[in-house]
Structures are given as structure tokens and as C-alpha cells.
């Protein structure tokens, strides 16, 4: 008989162990751990799926960290046809009933650490079978300690948030979304308008772990504001965050001097290693990330899906 249930004290972190795979237990074990301790997630939102008294699954529920409400599923360990179908109606059950409208997966390849994607051809059939769209196909890109520092592009002279308050970096935004090629930030235009979408990005950003002086906007020779750079730290990761150049802006390679400059500030704060995402469909931000000596390690697709 199978059963679903929230893992023992004693499960955690390991979850679900495989055999002689000492990388991928250790890694999963010590990203569940973090997860705990930053509050990302909590022991009631790690669900085992037990078979036999032998754990066969497992899928743990995610939010940002200080939020009560769970966005997404990390950790989906599917086992079987059955295991997957019960694990993923539980998962959906539980985020309901905390209040979540919706519900977020990513999967990405190549499989790699922390959650080890193995076979994702499969996790994407099984994850259309119970609801899930895919909602951006995209590009991951890493920065790490010993790569070459990205020269500072001198022509921008950057202002941060705790200058200027929040309001121009709301502005900003909305003019950037006019013509974004991202499909996250086109969904969300479509349903909150311009300015809505600027301001649930800026509000997302600023959960996220960041200094003040971290968020910036640049200026150009003219006095413009062509460029904001919010960069964080997220449970796991530095990140680049979101990288955003105005339509004035365009075609002077402000994109890439946006992302050296968050990879300066993330530096200074003792970042070894930055990570960065876009939709492949966007071309412009893949060669800005590659100019500033990030390398393209994984795709990742981002599917959601109603509750």
C-alpha cells in the first residue's frame, strides 16, 4: 500500500536515499537542510511517499523565504507511475489548502546538483499529466571565483535604491517591459499592465536577501536612466536577479555592463560563485551574460501550473 505523509524527524534531511549514490544524497540532503534553515520551506511541506516501510518518493514544497504561503515544488523524487501521480495530487492538495493559487516546477538539464533532474523527458510527461504548462523555456548561465572579473563599463554612473527610493526603479521597469521578448514578464504584463508588472518584479526582488546599496540604476553621459541591476542572494545562490535596460538605452551594450556591474557588487560581498537566468528567446541577455564571462551551464524550464 502506498502512503503519502510529511517526512519523520528522523527523514530529514536525506528523504529519499539511492544506492550508491553517495553526490546526489549528500548534495539533496545539504540543499533540504538550507531550505530548512532559511525558511524556505518547513518539515510539514516535505512530503514522503512510503511503500512497504520503504521510502519510494518524495516532493517538498517551496516558497521565498518569509512567506507562509507555498509557490513551488522542489526535490520531486517520482518513483513509479503511481508514486509520481500521488506525490504531485498531494503536493496540490497541501499548497491549496495553505492558500496558493498556483503551483511552480523547474526542471533542468543536464541533471546536476542539488535535485539531480534524472530522465527529464519523463518529468516533463508527467508533469503535463497533472496540470503543468511550461511557462518560460530558458538559459542558465554561472559566474564562479577564478573566472575573469567583467570590466566596469565607465560610460554609466549608477545610483542606488537608497537614494533614490523605489519609485524609479518602478518607472524604469515598466518602460524596459514595452518590448521584452521574456515570456515570464509578458504573461505578467498581460494580466497587471506595465506598471503592475514592474511593481510585483521590484517586490518579488526585494524579498530576496540584498543590500540597498545593491540595487542600482544607471545613468548615461546624458544624465539618463538607461539600466537597472538587481542583484541578491537567494537561499542556495548569489544571483544576477533581474537585469533591465530602457528602450533609450538599447544597442550600446548597456545589457552586459548591467550584468558586470552586479557581479562587482556580489563580488564585494564576498560571492564566489553567481548565477544568472533569461528566456532563450532572448537573445540580446544570452550574449550579455556570455560577454561578461558567464558560461551557459544548463537550460531550464519553468512550468506552472492552477490549483
Known amino acids: 500500500m502506498l502512503t503519502i505523509r510529511p517526512a519523520r524527524p528522523e527523514e530529514l534531511p536525506a528523504l529519499t536515499a539511492h544506492p550508491n549514490d553517495d553526490e546526489r544524497n549528500s548534495a539533496t540532503a545539504a540543499y533540504l537542510s538550507g531550505l530548512l534553515d532559511s525558511g524556505c520551506t518547513q518539515p510539514a511541506w516535505c512530503l514522503v511517499a512510503e511503500r512497504d516501510d520503504e521510502l519510494v518518493g518524495n516532493v517538498v514544497l517551496w516558497t521565498i523565504s518569509g512567506r507562509s504561503v507555498p509557490m513551488d515544488l522542489v526535490l520531486l523524487e517520482p518513483g513509479d507511475d503511481q508514486t509520481a501521480a500521488a506525490l504531485l495530487t498531494h503536493a496540490a492538495e497541501l499548497a491549496r489548502s495553505l492558500g496558493a493559487q498556483t503551483q511552480g516546477h523547474v526542471l533542468d538539464s543536464p541533471a546536476q546538483a542539488p535535485q539531480f533532474q534524472r530522465d527529464p523527458q519523463r518529468r516533463e510527461h508527467l508533469l503535463a499529466a497533472h496540470g503543468f504548462s511550461v511557462t518560460r523555456d530558458g538559459c542558465r548561465f554561472l559566474w564562479q571565483a577564478g573566472d575573469p572579473l567583467p570590466a566596469q563599463d565607465d560610460r554609466l554612473r549608477w545610483r542606488s535604491l537608497a537614494e533614490l527610493g523605489e519609485e524609479?526603479?518602478?518607472?524604469?521597469?515598466?518602460?524596459?517591459?514595452?518590448?521584452?521578448?521574456?515570456?515570464?514578464?509578458?504573461?505578467?504584463?498581460?494580466?497587471?499592465?506595465?506598471?503592475?508588472?514592474?511593481?510585483?518584479?521590484?517586490?518579488?526582488?526585494?524579498?530576496?536577501?540584498?543590500?540597498?546599496?545593491?540595487?542600482?540604476?544607471?545613468?548615461?553621459?546624458?544624465?539618463?536612466?538607461?539600466?537597472?541591476?538587481?542583484?541578491?542572494?537567494?537561499?542556495?545562490?548569489?544571483?544576477?536577479?533581474?537585469?533591465?535596460?530602457?528602450?533609450?538605452?538599447?544597442?550600446?551594450?548597456?545589457?552586459?555592463?548591467?550584468?558586470?556591474?552586479?557581479?562587482?557588487?556580489?563580488?564585494?560581498?564576498?560571492?564566489?560563485?553567481?548565477?544568472?537566468?533569461?528566456?532563450?528567446?532572448?537573445?540580446?541577455?544570452?550574449?550579455?551574460?556570455?560577454?561578461?564571462?558567464?558560461?551557459?551551464?544548463?537550460?531550464?524550464?519553468?512550468?506552472?501550473?492552477p490549483l
Open 168 to 305: 524609479p526603479f518602478v518607472e524604469l521597469l515598466a518602460d524596459t517591459f514595452t518590448d521584452t521578448k521574456d515570456a515570464i514578464f509578458l504573461a505578467e504584463i498581460d494580466e497587471h499592465g506595465l506598471r503592475g508588472a514592474a511593481e510585483r518584479n521590484l517586490a518579488d526582488m526585494l524579498e530576496l536577501h540584498h543590500e540597498q546599496d545593491w540595487f542600482e540604476i544607471g545613468y548615461d553621459q546624458q544624465d539618463r536612466p538607461v539600466a537597472i541591476s538587481l542583484p541578491a542572494r537567494t537561499a542556495s545562490s548569489a544571483v544576477i536577479g533581474l537585469v533591465a535596460v530602457a528602450t533609450a538605452g538599447r544597442g550600446h551594450g548597456y545589457a552586459t555592463a548591467t550584468v558586470a556591474r552586479g557581479t562587482k557588487v556580489l563580488v564585494a560581498a564576498g560571492a564566489t560563485e553567481i548565477r544568472g537566468d533569461c528566456d532563450a528567446g532572448n537573445v540580446a541577455m544570452f550574449k550579455a551574460f556570455q560577454r561578461a564571462g558567464y558560461h551557459n551551464f544548463a537550460n531550464r524550464k519553468m512550468f506552472s501550473r
